[in-house]
């Protein structure tokens, strides 16, 4: 059974507090705020169109790619852990989310379903909790033998 859902996250200091943003576009606008670059100059250096860099810092494109991710660490001149930091976010930033649980366990359809209908309920406080707590126990599980 597929579940779809939809990726939303409150983008501190924009105008509009519930514009829909991944960790990835905000961490984007973070960075450009930060050094004062205006979206046309970036998208121009990087070469995409400033509606593309608009449309992925508020979450309305999918996950950029490995090139395209390359190309704004060097643009930004960011090294070892933020590059690190700045990958990772891009791969947990796709705005459209499919949870494919067909073979696995009832409780993990379950799972997702729960997630899928509920996710806009929650504040971002529960899903930080949330969030950490399917990290350590994916930790967890990795120690195991």
């Not at 494109?61 to 090139?67: D, E, I, K, L």
């Not at 799972?111 to 930790?139: G, T």
Request: proline fraction near 3%.
């Amino acid at each position: 059974m597929a579940v779809r859902a939809r990726s939303t996250f409150a983008c501190g200091g924009c105008a509009n507090e519930n514009m829909a943003v991944t960790p990835f576009g905000e961490k984007l606008r973070a960075l450009r705020n930060e050094r004062g670059v205006s979206q046309k100059d970036m998208a121009e250096a990087i070469g995409v169109s400033a509606a593309y860099l608009s449309a992925l810092e508020h979450g309305r494109r999918g996950a950029p790619t490995w090139t395209l991710i390359q190309k704004i660490i060097g643009y930004f001149n960011v090294i070892w852990d933020d590059a690190e930091e700045l990958a990772q976010l891009a791969e947990t930033s796709h705005p459209r989310v499919k949870i494919d649980t067909s073979g696995l366990s009832p409780a993990a359809t379950e799972l997702a379903n729960v997630l899928a209908e509920n996710i806009q309920k929650l504040d971002e406080e529960e899903l930080r909790r949330i969030i950490a707590s399917i990290r350590a126990a994916l930790r967890a599980g990795a120690r195991k033998p």
